[in-house]
């Protein structure tokens, strides 16, 4: 168990420093319990250490920022996806396969639904990624703050789609009121995020391609979802008391510039990766020279 | 100006030439302090004297002893020398007249 422990706090450490106090610890014969009680004096150290850096405020401040438009736009698209499901799976019917209309709504709808999963899962795997370039020694707090903003960053709101009574059918069912969402933030979002940190601290940086690649992805992805974002921002977070603002208001805000920043700031997590590896990748060079 | 264990620090690599590393360093400020030396203050020092340019780290090559995993390696710079030297004459002009006697 100790060894296990010891195992965990050296992973709070980069990979470097990692195997090189890993490798001291070897050539000392450190007994464990020592060994542990180092570990965990270094481990303290860093992260007090970590946390004076004004970077490590950044990434955390913008990862909660990001945490909430992720929050309320996977809650979004996973309730239109609910009422969808309900259609086209709780209600099937030949019928939909025989009419023209109905085979392009069908072709439309899946589209759509794969556009916003692949969406969501590359914005999630940029966020990770940039938590772990910007403050390396952080990236765990952080992760904890996105995770919670994801999870309650709609707390005491709900989607036009959920308060609809037209809708009611749907929602009355809980895996469609709230397993839909929960799935949303999990795969789409928790587990892209994961990914991007354990990748990020097996390899301690993005290559220049790589990071390259998924810029383009998150641009492209995000062009493609075009307005989506913005319908999630306006319509996506209502407040659940009586006083709501009239459809109308809602169409207004809708038009408005502000509500373009969305997808702009979907896109700065990769392009603030790219650019990062970017001049890791110069300055290895310039080094090696 | 230096910290007392920054000093320490620069001493130790400095002696130790081309064998400087994590464990020799520590090694060295044991032998001279005759106190233990923690990972966590040692590790902490190395980066902070880098970041004022006193010290140079690279990773050196792994050995079987150390389990195949590598040595983080020291050199200190003419800047590092430059202060190390500075502290040490500080401190004799503060020790001038003095005779610190042990009971």
Same mark, same amino acid.
């Given at each position: 168990?100790?060894?296990?422990?010891?195992?965990?706090?050296?992973?709070?450490?980069?990979?470097?420093?990692?195997?090189?106090?890993?490798?001291?610890?070897?050539?000392? !014969?450190?007994?464990?319990?020592?060994?542990?009680?180092?570990?965990?004096?270094?481990?303290?150290?860093?992260?007090?250490?970590?946390?004076?850096?004004? !970077?490590?405020?950044?990434?955390?401040?913008?990862?909660?920022?990001?945490?909430?438009?992720?929050?309320?736009?996977?809650?979004?698209?996973? !309730?239109?996806?609910?009422?969808?499901?309900?259609?086209?799976?709780?209600?099937?019917?030949?019928?939909?396969?025989?009419?023209?209309?109905?085979?392009?709504?069908?072709?439309?709808?899946?589209?759509?639904?794969?556009?916003?999963?692949?969406?969501?899962?590359?914005?999630?795997?940029?966020?990770?990624?940039?938590?772990?370039?910007?403050?390396?020694?952080?990236?765990?707090?952080?992760?904890?703050?996105?995770?919670?903003?994801?999870?309650?960053?709609?707390?005491?709101?709900?989607?036009?789609?959920?308060?609809?009574?037209?809708?009611?059918?749907?929602? /009355?069912?809980?895996?469609?009121?709230?397993?839909?969402?929960?799935?949303?933030?999990?795969?789409?979002?928790?587990?892209?995020?994961?990914?991007?940190?354990? !990748?990020?601290?097996?390899?301690?940086?993005?290559?220049?391609?790589?990071?390259?690649?998924?810029?383009?992805?998150?641009?492209?992805?995000?062009?493609?979802?075009?307005?989506?974002?913005?319908?999630?921002?306006?319509?996506?977070?209502?407040?659940?008391?009586?006083?709501?603002?009239?459809?109308? /208001?809602?169409?207004?805000?809708?038009?408005?510039?502000?509500?373009?920043?969305?997808?702009?700031?979907?896109?700065?997590?990769?392009?603030?990766?790219?650019?990062?590896?970017?001049?890791?990748?110069?300055?290895?060079?310039?080094?090696?020279? | 100006?230096?910290?007392?264990?920054?000093?320490?620090?620069?001493?130790?690599?400095?002696?130790?030439?081309?064998?400087?590393?994590?464990?020799?360093? =520590?090694?060295?400020?044991?032998?001279?302090?005759?106190?233990?030396?923690?990972?966590?203050?040692?590790?902490?020092?190395?980066?902070?004297?880098?970041?004022?340019?006193?010290?140079?780290?690279?990773?050196?090559?792994?050995?079987?002893? =150390?389990?195949?995993?590598?040595?983080?390696?020291?050199?200190?710079?003419?800047?590092?020398?430059?202060?190390?030297?500075?502290?040490?004459?500080?401190?004799? =002009?503060?020790?001038?007249?003095?005779?610190?006697?042990?009971?």
């Amino acid at each position: 168990m100790r060894a296990a422990t010891a195992d965990r706090l050296l992973r709070c450490l980069l990979p470097d420093e990692r195997a090189a106090v890993e490798g001291d610890l070897a050539e000392l !014969h450190v007994p464990a319990r020592d060994a542990l009680i180092e570990l965990l004096g270094l481990v303290v150290r860093r992260q007090v250490g970590a946390w004076t850096d004004w !970077h490590a405020w950044i990434a955390l401040v913008a990862a909660l920022a990001l945490g909430i438009i992720l929050s309320v736009v996977s809650r979004y698209w996973a !309730h239109n996806a609910a009422i969808y499901a309900w259609l086209y799976l709780d209600n099937w019917t030949p019928e939909y396969l025989r009419s023209p209309g109905a085979r392009a709504d069908l072709l439309r709808t899946i589209t759509g639904f794969g556009l916003e999963c692949l969406t969501l899962a590359v914005w999630a795997w940029t966020i990770g990624s940039a938590i772990r370039a910007l403050s390396p020694r952080t990236w765990f707090s952080t992760f904890i703050v996105v995770v919670i903003a994801v999870f309650y960053g709609t707390a005491g709101s709900a989607t036009i789609a959920r308060l609809n009574p037209g809708n009611a059918i749907v929602f /009355a069912q809980p895996m469609y009121r709230d397993g839909f969402p929960m799935a949303f933030r999990l795969v789409l979002i928790v587990a892209p995020i994961l990914g991007a940190l354990w !990748h990020a601290n097996i390899r301690s940086s993005v290559k220049v391609g790589r990071a390259g690649l998924i810029l383009c992805a998150a641009v492209v992805l995000t062009a493609l979802v075009g307005r989506r974002p913005a319908a999630a921002a306006t319509f996506g977070w209502w407040s659940i008391s009586d006083d709501r603002p009239m459809l109308a /208001a809602a169409w207004r805000i809708r038009q408005a510039w502000q509500v373009w920043l969305f997808p702009l700031v979907m896109v700065c997590p990769a392009i603030y990766v790219f650019f990062n590896s970017a001049s890791r990748s110069g300055r290895r060079r310039l080094s090696v020279r | 100006m230096l910290g007392e264990f920054e000093y320490l620090l620069l001493s130790a690599a400095a002696r130790l030439g081309e064998g400087a590393y994590g464990v020799s360093i =520590r090694q060295e400020i044991e032998r001279a302090t005759q106190r233990k030396c923690s990972i966590g203050a040692l590790y902490t020092t190395l980066d902070r004297l880098e970041k004022k340019g006193l010290i140079q780290t690279w990773m050196g090559a792994p050995t079987p002893e =150390r389990g195949g995993r590598p040595k983080r390696m020291v050199r200190v710079t003419g800047k590092g020398s430059r202060e190390a030297a500075a502290f040490y004459r500080t401190v004799v =002009r503060a020790s001038d007249g003095l005779s610190w006697q042990t009971d």
